[in-house]
């Protein structure tokens, strides 16, 4: 802890936790409910998100206050940034479980039922010839195409970099206080946010209907739809934050000495930039 | 942080001590001798042991562990010796003095490179036995072993016998089971349809599972392998002596996973042949068997597949 | 361990807060959010406790007495979940909220909001694993473990369970995070990473670990979800996948997981010997040490739990080695305890008790896990009674033991009010004689033959379930002493004096008033690190 302010700011007591956790006693019974298609499940899950997005509105609110009032002593801030960190690693952490499940079933699974069609004959369903792309030795598995990396995907990587190159010209803007360039680097960021997420959009639609590749086809069907998906997943949440931090640039919030809010954010859409270069090689390319 | 004024002063401390060496010694011959009754107590039945190991790798496997329990126990009374000293005699209420040493790096040195040098003891011929049960090359007769819930299926696939598949399922009755009648000798530990196997040759036994993860035990034999639903694994025994040979299987399969046994019948060999060729003929003629084995292949895939149906319709 | 200059009873500011239960649902002070952790732990373990009794009383015979096989196993499954995830992991978390900010002189966690989120998740995803048992086709039942396909087959049961687990690893994760920018972040001045007590270490890499494998048990529900619900072929052959796959994903999570309900547990521990020796902890920098591997080690040692799934030769050989040697570290710190005592002036007061019960017993509990460790000798054992003795050597007289020396320790300085030594004594040594007579017979069922998970068992093992099952009633009445003596001194306990321990060397006895005020080192104290 740091000598100059020599007190940290701990918020008084507060009513958002308890609303955020109630909002996740619906969700949970709510989408527990729902996968067994149990109807009361949808209301639950709607009542669930409601209170979800109340929460996360007031709450943030409160923090973006609190910031602007010059509540946060440099300790905070130090805090923050730890914090963002930890919270980053744990999503690297969250990803390699399915960059795991996508090596161990491409390296490791899908060629040992491979080597046991060819020892027996066959595996438990008949022959399967294994490789890459799979779908399983099942014969219910459709035959589906494969995505080509150098379509959509390699577009979409360009639109991620790119976007990764705005928000730091914003960055930089902030910190020289040219705050016009900023909301304007703001708007492309967010902009190239939302066509990444329209093409992965289309992509999906493309997979289903002109490759019959679906989240059921099999082992790539799975790894493919599940890590991008995630992925998209977080661009989408990445957007909403670029969102929300465009609208306090905007609003005049942040200095060029402090202005963590904006850098956090930066942090995450760094990371959702690596991580799509991990799929980009390992899902589409490899 | 550290001055190292203190750590001498600790040794010295120490070896001020060396003198109660005489205690820690009667210390340790009592902790010594109880152990060995405890031993010896331990050799009387196999209740509190493994049962008595009917092949090669299930010896190694008692054997291994006899010296480990033993080396285990030595690092207990060399550890809680010094350490009970220390409680019986460095107490306030004896007006004992604390020292203040905290730190000697050659102590702490001693005490990692110690358990490296015993843990290489340890690991030695475990990796023996590790690559030992793990060659399943050439078999006398190989088996195939099929976990359902909850029965075992077996097929004879190579070797003498070939062509023999039958289920192998819990004989017990419910009553028994529901308390509603005295209990047998085997309970649950009996089936209806024993594998057997000749004594003495190499037997392979191939697993795989029809619907979830079970796993093929028989303790005697030092075999225990998971059987992977639409995977197969192997593993080997040769059995020392005839006799039947009990066990469980020993991955949680649902509701009745503590309800399918596997009861190995190990025959003299003649014993065997005549066994083998009379389960043949009572299947009248090898073709009726190779037509019901592919029907049986035919209901498995036809059951995983309902299966697999019914998850995704879950 | 410290000298400390400056104005320490300067706590005259105001203590304002809502009362009644508003105080509950909406503080942000760190010792209120720990005392709800402890007690959620509390009803937690209760609740654990009461299926491990409804597992007993079914064993006690063999036949079918009570428990239906299917419900058997749902019990089994859930008195684990419950165990590991409501009743262990939030009393550390709970210790940790309570002692890390006055260990290290910080005035609050750092996301003091945050905090209070991260326990009231606990409730809703207890309330989902509770009410499982009352859903059509009941709770799950595939084992704390739930591998798939048999995870797979379940009903409503295994998908609020598969829910319950994310809430919960939310929980963990921001509680982490939380934890280890606070240690990071907010210690006093002049107190650095090698100055901090040791509890503040094992918590620093426990967060650490946390952090790194609770977002993969996520993943791991995540996609048995998908394979249940939306046909995907993560854990199923006929797609590609393999149901070991699962297995590799989840030990991954799962054996850190109980690393990280044993290394706080050795961070109490050291804080009590050194206390109730009146000598300085042995060895300090090497319990630092020490911890780190086991924490480095723990991330490649999973498949030790797959011995029998299948593995090639070189892998099983590469996890046996590791495996065995985490018995290296954690030697040093069970020698370097001994040390301390060594020529220590020691008092045997409750938490002491418990802290040398819980080396003495754990040490029973580590050989056997290094036993299991051996690859031959884990295919017999596997799967067995003895695996279930070897964890709750470590988990019981391990994790739980350390809890109750920690609980007794600062009890004092959570209330001002000093516990029953007689009755803590008592305490102790009915859990040490019971704890025994219910799990070290297991053992012996465990080498006979006796699988584990299972309802009913052959005629051999009868003898020794019924020692077993007693030891067990009588280990459960005497955590109701526990219970007891804990609200006797809250209610009605006699006032503590200012430091009751004279050997208690950390800030959180030197430098605060007896109770601790509600909220202290508003300024921080000024360290300055002497000898160790
Ligand atoms: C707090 C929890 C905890 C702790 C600390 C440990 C510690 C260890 N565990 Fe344990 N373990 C579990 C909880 C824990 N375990 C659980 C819950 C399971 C079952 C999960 C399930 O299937 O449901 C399990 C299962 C388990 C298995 C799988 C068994 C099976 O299913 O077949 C194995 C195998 O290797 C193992 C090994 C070890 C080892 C080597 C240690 C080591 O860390 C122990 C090290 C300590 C010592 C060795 C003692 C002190 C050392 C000395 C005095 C130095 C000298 C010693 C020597 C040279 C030997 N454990
Ligand atoms: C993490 C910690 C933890 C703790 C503290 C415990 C505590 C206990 N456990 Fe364990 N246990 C696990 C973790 C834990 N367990 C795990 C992970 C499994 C594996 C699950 C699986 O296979 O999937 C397991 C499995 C397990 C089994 C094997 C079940 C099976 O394979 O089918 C058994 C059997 O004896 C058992 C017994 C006990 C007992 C008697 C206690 C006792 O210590 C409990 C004592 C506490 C109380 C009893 C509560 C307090 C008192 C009351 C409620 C008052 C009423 C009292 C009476 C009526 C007497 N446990
Ligand atoms: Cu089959 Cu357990
Ligand atoms: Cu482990």
């Known amino acids: 802890m740091s000598q100059d302010s020599g007190h940290y700011y701990v918020p008084a007591p507060s009513t958002y936790p308890i609303i955020g956790s109630s909002a996740l006693l619906f969700l949970g019974f709510g989408a527990a409910l729902t996968m067994n298609k149990i109807e009361l499940g949808y209301g639950l899950l709607a009542i669930g998100f409601a209170i979800l997005f109340y929460m996360c509105f007031r709450w943030f609110g409160t923090v973006a206050a609190e910031s602007e009032s010059g509540k946060y002593g440099s300790d905070v801030d130090k805090s923050f940034r730890w914090g963002m960190t930890w919270f980053i690693f744990s999503e690297v952490m969250f990803f390699a479980a399915f960059f795991g499940a996508l090596y161990y079933m491409r390296v490791l699974s899908v060629p040992w039922l491979a080597e046991e069609s060819e020892v027996l004959g066959q595996t438990a369903w008949g022959a399967f010839a294994g490789g890459w792309p799979a779908t399983g030795p099942a014969d219910h598995y459709e035959a589906f195409e494969e995505m080509n990396a150098w379509g959509l995907p390699a577009l979409n990587t360009a639109i991620l970099l790119t976007s990764g190159v705005t928000i730091t010209f914003a960055h930089w803007a902030l910190k020289e206080n040219r705050r016009d360039a900023l909301n304007k680097w703001m708007l492309a960021t967010i902009a190239l946010g939302v066509l990444f997420l329209g093409c992965q959009g289309y992509e999906y639609v493309h997979a289903y209907n002109d490759l019959n590749l679906r989240l059921d086809s099999g082992a790539y069907g799975s790894t493919f739809f599940m890590l991008t998906g995630f992925h998209g997943f977080h661009v989408t949440l990445g957007t909403i934050m670029l969102i929300v931090i465009y609208f306090r640039c905007a609003a005049g919030h942040f200095t060029p000495e402090k202005h963590f809010g904006f850098e956090g954010v930066a942090w995450y859409w760094h990371f959702v930039d690596v991580v799509w270069l991990g799929l980009f090689i390992f899902v589409y390319l490899l | ?110 005490w990692t490179v110690i358990p490296c040098l015993i843990l290489v003891v340890m690991a030695l011929p475990a990796t023996k036995t590790v690559i030992a049960m793990k060659d399943t090359s050439s078999p006398d007769m190989t088996i195939k072993a099929t976990g359902y819930q909850w029965m075992w299926g077996y097929d004879y696939l190579e070797g003498e016998g070939e062509g023999i598949s039958f289920y ?30 000749p004594v003495g040759k190499k037997v392979r036994v191939i697993l795989t599972a029809n619907d979830v993860i079970h796993a093929w035990w028989v303790p005697a034999l030092g075999v225990k392998q998971d059987a992977i639903p639409g995977f197969i694994r192997d593993v080997w025994f040769a059995a020392d002596n005839p006799g039947i040979y009990r066990g469980q299987c020993a991955e949680l399969c649902g509701k009745d996973h503590g309800f399918m046994p596997i009861v190995v019948e190990v025959l003299e060999e003649e014993a065997y042949a005549q066994w083998a060729a009379e389960k043949l003929a009572a299947s009248s003629g090898a073709s009726q068997v190779a037509s019901a084995n592919i029907e049986m292949i035919a209901d498995a895939s036809e059951a995983i597949e309902a299966a697999e149906e019914n998850s995704e319709n879950n | 361990m410290a000298a400390v200059h400056g104005d320490v009873h300067d706590h005259g500011h105001d203590d304002h807060h809502p009362t009644g239960i508003s105080r509950w649902l909406t503080t942000t002070n760190h010792k209120d959010i720990g005392t709800m952790y402890l007690w959620f732990s509390l009803a937690m373990f209760f609740t654990g406790g009461f299926l491990a009794m409804g597992i007993r009383a079914e064993l006690f015979q063999p036949g079918i007495q009570i428990l239906e096989p299917e419900l058997f196993n749902s019990f089994t499954t859930l008195h684990g979940l419950i165990m590991v995830f409501g009743a262990i992991m939030p009393a550390f978390v709970g210790f940790a909220n309570w002692q890390v900010p006055m260990m290290i002189g910080a005035p609050d966690m750092a996301f003091a909001r945050m905090n209070l989120w991260s326990f009231w998740l606990l409730p809703i995803a207890a309330t989902l694993l509770v009410s499982s048992f009352f859903v059509p086709g009941g709770a799950a039942a595939g084992g704390w473990t739930f591998y798939p396909p048999l995870s797979t087959q379940g009903g409503l049961g295994v998908d609020m369970m598969i829910f319950a687990v994310h809430i919960l690893g939310a929980s963990s994760i921001m509680g982490a995070i939380n934890i280890i920018t606070t240690i990071l972040n907010m210690r006093a001045p002049g107190m650095k990473l090698m100055d901090m007590p040791l509890f503040v270490w094992t918590w620093l890499i426990t967060a650490y670990l946390l952090v790194l494998v609770m977002p993969v048990l996520a993943g791991t ?21 393999d149901p070991v796959l699962f297995q590799h994903i989840f030990w991954f999570f799962g054996h850190p997981e109980v690393y990280i309900m044993i290394l706080p547990s050795f961070g109490i521990v050291s804080e009590v010997i050194p206390t109730f020796s009146r000598k300085p902890l042995f060895g300090y920098s090497s319990m630092v040490y020490a911890t780190a591997s086991i924490a480095i080690l723990s991330c490649v040692v999973w498949a030790h739990h797959m011995f029998t799934a299948g593995m090639p030769t070189v892998a099983q050989l590469f996890f046996m080695y590791a495996t065995m040697l985490i018995a290296v570290p954690t ?12 020529q220590g002036a020691m008092s045997f007061e409750t938490p002491m008790l418990f802290a040398i019960g819980f080396i003495f017993l754990f040490v029973i509990g580590g050989f056997s896990g290094v036993i299991c460790a051996i690859v031959p000798i884990d295919i017999q054992v596997q799967d067995t009674y003895y695996v279930i003795a070897h964890f709750h050597y470590v988990l019981v007289s391990g994790s739980l033991f350390a809890l109750f020396a920690g609980a007794y320790y600062w009890i004092p300085k959570w209330t001002g009010r000093m516990y029953d030594e007689k009755l803590g004594k008592l305490h102790f040594w009915l859990s ?33 379930n019924m020692i077993s099952s007693i030891g067990a009633f009588g280990f459960g009445l005497s955590q109701v002493l526990f219970v007891y003596i804990m609200i006797k001194t809250i209610r009605s306990g006699e006032k503590a004096p200012e430091k009751p321990w004279d050997g208690a060397t950390t800030l959180e006895w030197t430098h605060l008033p007896t109770p601790a005020p509600y909220h202290s080192f508003e300024k921080p104290p000024v360290f300055k690190p002497t000898v160790h």
């Not at chain 2, 008692?62 to 080396?71: A, G, K, S, T």
């Not at chain 2, 399922?169 to 349809?193: C, F, H, S």
Request: aromatic letters at 14%; glycine letters at 8%; hydrophobic letters at 45%.
């Open chain 2, 1 to 110: 942080m550290h001055p190292f004024s203190e750590i001498e002063t600790g040794i010295k401390n120490c070896n001020n001590h060396v003198g109660e060496n005489m205690k820690i010694k009667s210390v340790a011959t009592l902790m010594g001798m109880s152990a060995l009754a405890f031993y010896s107590s331990m050799a009387v039945g196999s209740k509190y042991n493994f049962p008595e190991p009917q092949s090669v790798i299930a010896q190694d496997i008692y054997d291994q562990h006899i010296v480990l329990l033993w080396i285990c126990l030595a690092i207990f009374v060399g550890v809680f010796g010094v350490m009970f000293y220390s409680i019986l005699k460095h107490r306030k209420s004896l007006g004992y003095k604390a020292a203040n040493f905290h730190h000697s790096t050659t102590v702490e040195i001693i």
């Open chain 2, 168 to 197: 192998s399922k819990l004989a017990t009755p419910m009553a028994q089971i529901e308390n509603r009648e005295a209990k047998g000798d085997n309970y649950l530990l009996e089936v209806d349809n024993n594998l057997v196997v």
């Open chain 3, 221 to 241: 529900v995540t996609m048995l979800l998908t394979d249940r619900h939306f046909g995907t072929s993560f854990f199923n052959a006929a797609g590609g996948g």
């Open chain 3, 331 to 342: 030697g040093v710190k069970v020698f370097n305890w001994t040390a301390t005592m060594w």
């Open chain 3, 432 to 464: 040490m004689i019971f704890f025994n007579l219910t799990f070290f017979v297991q053992h012996f069922l465990g080498l006979a033959g006796m699988p584990r998970r299972i309802p009913d068992y052959a005629l051999q093992f009868a003898d020794f």
